[in-house]
């Protein structure tokens, strides 16, 4: 099972009706599904280049370990050797930093994964969960 | 200038109306700034797991060389050599199929690219094309 | 809109002027697109092989997170993994130390960026400001 | 010994006056030193994004292997997989069509190499030429 395109949609609306309220700068956002495979992403009009990417690697290393990217942070903190192998290691990016986000439904069925960049990472965070939550699916962050 | 989000996601669902009229595969679309970055994407539910690879491969070969990814086609059929060159030496995706199209305003101004990628290459620039026209915009296939 | 190539040429031309009247070591400048993209570069005879690659990474860095080089330095002491992260995922260069310059025009739109190595740090980034500010537009080093 | 900035600059002039003489589209000219590290680059208002990496690789092709990037051109047609295995042999850019052109001073020392690529390959080549013979030096395309 994975998120549709539908909910990805309203998760995204959600992310930046979160981030208009909370005056947040413009953020980018991106839906994977469970095996890391983007099913959508916005960035909105003010973000720099590269935001997609930050994104995607926040909600990719995220499911490439299966943890929410803030507890990618933690391990980063105490072993940066172990992340930067990791990194090369899964042949695809990992950005260890909070903002990417495990989606579940109720039922604890991993249905994807949420990357939020462009703020503060903690507010990222906040923002995806907002997302998450929005549609009903249950958010992990670390 | 560039496409708005605003213009990228109605561009996107133009291309899903399109793919619905006309009984497309599941459809995965893809817009670029005209620096070559993410804007906004969509993977249609069903389509496969590496379709926003090719989709944006498609865009920014377009955005790379200043044409429409028909025009790669062509060149990658005369000089196949050439193309794998120019791939290696972007440093980045570049996808020589049809359904990677320059987006330009009314005034000659490059706005960006589209890329879509699931049914035949055909379809895919056909779809782009309608998304492209909905919002007032203009298509280059070539 | 972007740097014209008539400014960058002037803009370079500045940084040059700068480094004479300063002493400064042989420096390499490189005047970035808002996509991050080469409009112009100069390496004054006497730098080192490699002093475009990291000049561009200044700049590109710059352009792809929104933030002057300044900034990312100051990131990478915090968070060294982060911006080891950033540069993997980003798939081009990001060099995190001072001399890579966003420029906006007064109205505060983004029109690129420059990088300059070659003598300090801080040197780099003094030069890079003095050609921007010569060509009448606004740098922002963090 | 290698190609001056100066002289660099002269020659990319030269390149754009032949350019603006026979109304080629914008091109994109790189000038190498015999290592194959960048002196100066310049690309016209209006090319597309990624020309200064198809232009460094044609001259950087032609330093790799010894020959104007017509000969690479040549061996592709007789050996495309010869060239595929050369590019990723010498871990960086090989673009193997005209307008990478090899230059020498008048007694045959190497000087460095330039590369053009904006309008068809003949023309982007006949515009290095055109720009190394304005500077007093010897142009080798094959």
Known sequence: MSITLDNARKLISAIEAFAATHSLKPLTSVVLDPGGHVIAAERQDGASNKRFEIAFGK???????????????ARAEQQPYFIAAATSAIGGALVPVPGGVLVHDSTGVLQGAVGVSGDTSDNDEAAAVAGIRAVGLVPTVD
């Open 59 to 73: 909600a990719n290393g995220a499911l490439s370990l299966g943890v929410g990217s803030r507890a990618l942070m």
